[in-house]
C-alpha cells in the first residue's frame, strides 16, 4: 500500500516486517443476486515455466505484486540525450517560463475533462517514484547535469508493480507490512466482506447532489476508523516516524486521512471521486453475485478495457492505436525482452513514458471546474449563481486539504455533501468550460504556483520540474527516440518536426540546439499542439500506446489473455444488452450518473 508520495519529501510504504494471521475482516462473501449468466473460464496463476511452455517460449508474464527495485528501465538506453551545458539548463528555465503564459485565455479542445483524471489516476496505478525528489538522483535545483543511465536504472525504483491490475484500488500488494495489511482488511466491508469500504459524505447544510442516490460518495478515511475503534492513536504513534508522519502530524491524527491503496489519489477531489466510482464498480460486481475475487478480477477487466479501448482512443492519434493494438505492442514487448525482471511480476516501465510521455496530461488540467450544482453552473429552473470550482479548492476538500467546511457536523472527517462531483459535467467535451484544454504547450496558471507543494520555489513550478527532472534524468532526446523507434522497423516511420517547427515563438531554443535535441516532454506537447490538441501527435501516441496496450498484451492475468466461450474477454461478453464500454456507461452502473 502506497501511503504517500508527495512531489518533493517522503514516501511512503509500510516495509514488511510482520506478516499477521489472516483476519476475519477479509474472509467469507456475501452474496446478494444471481450470477450473470456468462461465466469467465478460471485462470489460475501459473509458475513463469508454465506460462512460458504454454506461450512457446515467447515471455509472456504472471504477475503477482512485488517491490523488487530496477523496474524502470530507459526504452533506449544508447539514444542521444540533450546537450550537456549551462546553456542548456537557463534554457529550459526560459522554456517553463513561455509554458506558464496563456496569452490567448484557456483553450478549450473537444476531449472530455474526465479523461483529465482518469489518466491521472491510470498514472498513480503503474508508477511512482519519477516525480519526486530521490537523494543522489533526481534533484532538480540548482546547476544540475544529466546522470549517468545506468546509475538512474540501478537507484530509481518503480514503487508500483507496472501492472494496470488496481493494486491501487485494493492495495493488496502482499509485500507490505503489519500495519500496511491491517488496513487492506479495514478497506473491506465488516458485514459484506466481499466489498470494498466506502465513507460517507457529511451534511454541509446545503444539500448534496441527487446522484448517488445513497450517501456512500466519500473515501474511507482514517476518523472514521478511529471513531469505531479500528484503529487507536496509540497505534499510530507506535508507527515508525516515516510512516507515522502520513497519519499523524502536530495537531494529533489526520482525521480525513483517506484508507485507500495509494494516497495519491486523494490529492485533488477529481482523482478522490474517480476512485469512489471505481469502488463502487467493485461493489456492483458482488451485487451481481460475485464474491470477491470475482468482482476484483471483473473490475479489473472492465478497467483494463476501458484504458485500451475508450481512453487510448480519445487520446492517442487513431491510426497509431489501431496499429498497435493490431500487433500487440511490438514496441514494448521488444522492451520486455530486453529488459526481462528479476520478479517476473514486476512489469519494467519506460522512463521515456513515465518521466515525459504520460505527463501531456498537464495541459490538459483547467484553473476551475464546473463540478456541480453548488461550485458551476446552476441546474434548469435555479436561480442560484455559483462560483467554479477552483484548482485549489479541488485540493482542499481532500484528506490532505482537511475539507475546510465550516458547515459540515464534523468539518475534519467527511468531505462535504456539496462537493459531490455531478459527473454529467465531466463526460462530455462541451464548450466553454466543460471541457479539458487542449493538448498543447502552455499550462494552466494554477500549475505555475502549486499551493500544495513545499520546498524550492521551483517545485510549485510544474512546467520547470517536469523539464528540469527530464534532463536530470538524462532522458533521451525527442529527435533521438524517433531515431531510434523509426531504426526498428515495427511500424511506418514516425515524421519528425523540424526544428522552425519546434521552435516557432521560442528562439531561445536554437542557441543550445534543442531545436532538434529537443526536450521529450515539451516535444510531446509541441507534436500534438501542432495537430490541433484534441489528441496527441506520433511520438506521443506511440509511446502511451505501447507501453499501456503492453503491460495488458504481456501480463497473463488481464482481460486481453482472458477467454470466454473461445472468444477474448469483452464488456459485451460479460453484459450483453448494457455493456461497460465507456466511462459514462461505467458511471451509470455504479448510480453516479443517469
Not at 419 to 440: G, L, N, Q
Request: net charge negative; aromatic share 8%.
Amino acid at each position: 500500500m502506497l501511503f504517500s508520495l508527495s512531489h518533493g519529501t517522503r514516501i511512503i510504504q509500510d516495509a514488511a516486517v510482520l506478516q499477521p494471521a489472516a483476519s476475519d475482516a477479509v474472509s467469507g462473501g456475501a452474496r446478494v443476486l444471481e450470477k450473470p449468466a456468462v461465466e469467465l473460464e478460471r485462470l489460475d496463476a501459473k509458475p513463469l515455466s508454465a506460462v512460458l511452455d504454454e506461450a512457446g517460449g515467447t515471455g509472456t508474464l504472471t504477475r503477482a505484486m512485488s517491490t523488487a527495485a530496477g523496474a524502470f528501465r530507459y526504452l533506449f538506453r544508447d539514444a542521444p540525450g540533450l546537450p550537456a551545458s549551462p546553456a542548456t539548463l537557463a534554457a529550459l528555465d526560459q522554456l517553463a517560463e513561455s509554458m506558464a503564459v496563456e496569452a490567448t485565455g484557456p483553450a478549450d479542445g473537444a476531449i472530455a475533462p474526465i479523461l483529465t483524471y482518469f489518466g491521472q489516476f491510470i498514472d498513480h496505478d503503474i508508477t511512482a517514484n519519477t516525480d519526486r525528489e530521490v537523494a543522489g538522483l533526481s534533484e532538480i535545483v540548482g546547476d544540475i547535469a544529466p546522470m549517468d543511465r545506468v546509475q538512474v536504472e540501478g537507484g530509481l525504483d518503480n514503487l508500483r508493480d507496472g501492472s494496470l491490475a488496481l493494486d491501487s484500488l485494493y492495495g493488496d500488494s502482499p509485500d507490505q507490512g503489519a500495519f500496511g495489511l491491517k488496513l487492506a482488511g479495514l478497506m473491506r466491508h465488516p458485514t459484506f466482506t466481499d466489498k470494498m469500504r466506502l465513507g460517507l459524505t457529511a451534511d454541509s447544510g446545503d444539500g448534496r447532489p441527487p446522484l448517488p442516490a445513497d450517501p456512500a460518495a466519500d473515501l474511507l478515511r482514517l476518523g472514521f476508523l478511529m471513531d469505531r475503534g479500528d484503529i487507536t492513536e496509540a497505534e499510530l504513534n507506535a508507527l515508525p516516524s516515516d510512516l507515522r508522519a502520513n497519519f499523524v502530524d502536530a495537531g494529533g491524527p489526520i482525521r480525513t486521512r483517506a484508507i485507500i491503496g495509494d494516497g495519491r489519489n486523494d490529492e485533488n477531489l477529481l482523482v478522490a471521486q474517480l476512485h469512489v466510482a471505481f469502488l463502487r464498480l467493485h461493489n456492483r460486481m458482488v451485487d451481481l453475485g460475485n464474491n470477491f475475487d470475482e468482482a476484483r478480477r471483473l473490475t479489473r477487466f472492465h478497467y483494463q478495457w476501458l484504458v485500451l479501448n475508450a481512453f487510448l482512443p480519445a487520446i492517442c492519434a487513431g491510426d497509431v492505436v489501431d496499429e498497435v493494438l493490431a500487433t500487440g505492442a511490438p514496441l514494448y514487448a521488444e522492451f520486455l525482452a530486453a529488459n526481462p525482471p528479476s520478479d517476473p511480476a514486476k512489469m519494467p516501465m519506460p522512463l521515456e513514458f513515465s518521466v515525459a510521455g504520460f505527463r501531456f496530461g498537464h495541459s490538459m488540467v483547467r484553473g476551475r471546474y464546473d463540478h456541480n450544482r453548488f461550485f458551476g453552473r446552476a441546474v434548469a429552473g435555479s436561480t442560484q449563481i455559483a462560483p467554479f470550482a477552483s484548482f485549489e479548492q479541488l485540493f482542499q476538500f481532500t484528506g490532505s486539504g482537511r475539507m475546510p467546511s465550516p458547515l459540515t457536523a464534523d468539518p475534519k472527517t467527511s468531505l462535504p455533501g456539496n462537493w459531490v462531483i455531478e459527473w454529467d459535467r465531466f463526460v462530455h467535451a462541451e464548450t466553454p468550460v466543460r471541457s479539458a484544454r487542449k493538448i498543447d504547450t502552455h499550462l494552466a496558471p494554477p500549475l505555475d504556483d502549486m499551493v500544495n507543494q513545499t520546498g524550492a520555489p521551483m517545485m510549485k513550478r510544474l512546467a520547470m520540474r517536469n523539464l528540469r527532472r527530464g534532463y536530470r534524468l538524462n532522458m533521451p532526446s525527442a529527435q533521438g527516440l524517433i531515431e531510434a523507434i523509426n531504426a526498428t522497423g515495427l511500424y511506418r516511420p514516425i515524421p519528425v518536426l523540424t526544428p522552425q517547427q519546434v521552435a516557432e515563438g521560442r528562439d531561445f531554443l536554437t542557441a543550445p540546439g534543442l531545436d532538434a535535441a529537443t526536450p521529450l516532454w515539451f516535444y510531446v506537447l509541441r507534436e500534438a499542439e501542432l495537430v490541433g490538441g484534441n489528441h496527441l501527435g506520433a511520438l506521443g501516441s506511440h509511446l502511451v500506446a505501447n507501453t499501456l496496450v503492453g503491460l495488458v498484451v504481456n501480463d497473463a492475468g488481464s482481460y486481453w489473455n482472458a477467454k470466454v466461450g473461445g472468444h477474448r474477454w469483452s464488456p459485451h461478453l460479460f453484459q450483453p444488452s448494457q455493456p461497460i464500454d465507456s466511462l459514462k456507461a461505467m458511471l451509470r452502473f455504479t448510480g453516479l450518473l443517469a
